[in-house]
């Protein structure tokens, strides 16, 4: 059965980015974006609900996830300059297959980040 999941790592503090704002979105053929939903990540830098697509949700398409790094960033303490290099991070992505097992990890600092299809 298919899922969608992340996890963010922060690797500014080595720590999973706690409280950081996440918002899953489903993108149409004309581009426009419709918002899912819209979480905060848990101690551990994950949705505390399991994935973000259970495998009844799944479904063949573009999506988007959209990561608010500067103000997570803010919120550590960390001075940013303004604007901040990295404000958001927006990662589109394809699911080809809605059975399939999606895992989509961030590595996250203020100047910089990394992604890539986990397991």
């Not at 996890?7 to 149409?28: E, F, I, N, S, Y």
């Amino acid at each position: 059965m298919g899922h969608l999941s992340t996890h963010v790592l922060d690797t500014a503090h080595g720590c999973p980015a706690a409280g950081m704002r996440v918002t899953l979105q489903r993108v149409q053929a004309d581009g426009r974006a419709e918002t899912v939903k819209t979480i905060a990540l848990n101690a551990d830098g994950r949705n505390d609900g399991g994935p973000l697509l259970d495998a009844a949700s799944m479904a063949v398409g573009r999506w988007r996830l959209v990561f608010e790094v500067a103000p997570y960033f803010r919120a550590r303490g960390v001075a940013l300059p303004e604007p901040a290099f990295i404000d958001t991070v927006q990662l589109d992505f394809g699911i080809d297959d809605a059975a399939g097992h999606y895992h989509v990890p961030l590595l996250v600092s203020p100047f910089s980040y990394s992604t890539y299809r986990g397991s």
